[in-house]
Structures are given as structure tokens and as C-alpha cells.
């Protein structure tokens, strides 16, 4: 079993700034990546940004310049810096990871959503 708690989600004016946190929890063995997704009302689910364990990333362009993701010094967190935000960046961001357990299976685990609300 694999837990990831999000946090950190609020209503903001646009051009300020958001943090997002996501926390792994569980039968981890190994991460091998975590990102962050999004869906506004009416849209499909979309890439926001992802790391794997190695450090590469991946960054959406509508976000690019404005967001960046890292992780914790244990690995087993991840955050979204989000500055300059914009109100069509409103939507519910979700925390997902790619993990392996100690029981040798492999998930994609996520999280249960933070709504992120920006106001012009």
C-alpha cells in the first residue's frame, strides 16, 4: 500500500505564488518519478511537471518559466513552486507517483487533489 498526501492548494491573485507538496508513504521499494497534474473544469487531465529519479524533467509549456518542480532530499517528496499565476491556471493539481514496492509490484499511485483557485 502506497499513500501520497498533497498539500498546500488555496486561492491566490493572479501573478502570485503557490507551493505544492506531495509526500510518499508506504510499501515503497523505490520511486522512479513524480509529478504533478492538472484538470480545469470541462478539461481532460494534463501534465503539469514530472521528475524521475535521475532529475530529468519535464515541463509543460504553458507553465514553463513560471513553475518548477523538485524533489525533497528523501526522495519520497516532491514540490511545484508556482509564480506567476495566471487564472487559467485554476484547476485541481494531482500529486502522482510511479513506484515499485516491496512486494516487486508496479503502481501509479495518486493523490487525492488540491484545488488551486486563482483570482484575477
Known amino acids: 500500500q502506497v499513500q501520497l498526501v498533497e498539500s498546500g492548494g488555496g486561492l491566490v491573485q493572479a501573478g502570485g505564488s503557490l507551493r505544492l507538496s506531495c509526500a510518499a508513504s508506504?510499501?515503497?521499494?523505490?520511486?522512479?518519478?513524480m509529478g504533478w497534474y492538472r484538470q480545469a473544469p470541462g478539461k481532460q487531465r494534463e501534465l503539469v511537471a514530472a521528475?524521475?529519479?535521475?532529475?530529468?524533467?519535464v515541463v509543460a509549456d504553458s507553465v514553463k518559466g513560471r513553475f518548477t518542480i523538485s524533489r525533497g532530499n528523501a526522495k519520497n517528496t516532491v514540490y511545484l513552486q508556482m509564480n506567476s499565476l495566471k487564472p487559467e491556471d485554476t484547476a485541481v493539481h494531482y500529486c502522482?507517483?510511479?513506484?515499485?514496492?516491496?512486494?516487486?509490484?508496479?503502481?501509479?499511485?495518486w493523490g487525492q487533489g488540491l484545488l488551486v483557485t486563482v483570482s484575477s
Open positions: 502522482k507517483a510511479d513506484v515499485a514496492t516491496t512486494h516487486l509490484e508496479y503502481l501509479e499511485v
Open positions: 508506504g510499501s515503497i521499494l523505490t520511486i522512479n518519478a
Open positions: 521528475i524521475t529519479s535521475g532529475g530529468d524533467i
